[in-house]
């Protein structure tokens, strides 16, 4: 099957993206909160006929801290929040494996954003991946997509620790924003010139 190129292509991390981060993980709708301006953004940008997926690291499911059922209840629980905005998630891809599992979904690998490819049937080369994590941009990096770095959740603890290595190296194709507002304005600007 030939993949398509579409440059309406978007994926996000979920966690400090989307919504609130916590060390303790986000187990349920009620600890589920969106981030100022996040879901606006996603409205915003699929008004404007962009696709967008979600990439999500999910280990409290190995962990045993939520089950299937609850990830899939708080998704759904997202997914109506965001519609009710006008908004609308394609799919979500997530890797429900803790760290020492060592599966090939789990970012930094590469496998999410390869599932996302597959089903929406895309190539991901340039397309964006907003993430806050040196896992998220290095899991973007492997397929071709764009790495974008925002400042909320652990993006400038990310940032911090990025500038502290190799700034020149591991920053140089990293677009950074402050939050996924900033990054639907670009994209939407960007958008309007082409």
């Not at 990096?141 to 020149?168: E, F, S």
């Amino acid at each position: 099957m030939t993949r398509t190129i579409s440059s309406r292509v978007l994926i996000l991390d979920r966690d400090g993206v989307i919504n609130e981060d916590s060390d303790a993980y986000i187990k349920s709708p009620d600890e589920w909160i969106p981030l100022p301006g996040s879901i606006d953004a996603i409205a915003r940008l699929t008004y404007a006929g962009y696709r967008i997926a979600i990439a999500t690291n999910q280990s409290g499911v190995a962990r045993g801290l939520l089950s299937l059922s609850d990830l899939n209840t708080m998704h759904q629980f997202m997914r109506d929040v965001i519609t009710a905005q006008g908004g609308r998630i394609e799919m979500i891809a997530f890797c429900p494996h803790s760290p020492d599992e060592n599966c090939q979904c789990r970012k930094p690998k590469s496998g999410l954003l390869e599932e996302i490819a597959k089903r929406m049937n895309v190539d991901l080369t340039g397309v964006p991946f907003v993430g806050d994590t040196y896992s998220d941009l290095c899991a973007a990096r492997l397929v071709g997509a764009a790495p974008y770095l925002v400042m909320t959740g652990k993006g400038t603890l990310t940032l911090n620790r990025i500038q502290q290595q190799d700034p020149i190296d591991l920053l140089q194709d990293v677009r950074v924003f402050q939050d996924l507002g900033s990054v639907a304005n670009r994209l939407l600007l960007q958008q309007g010139r082409s």
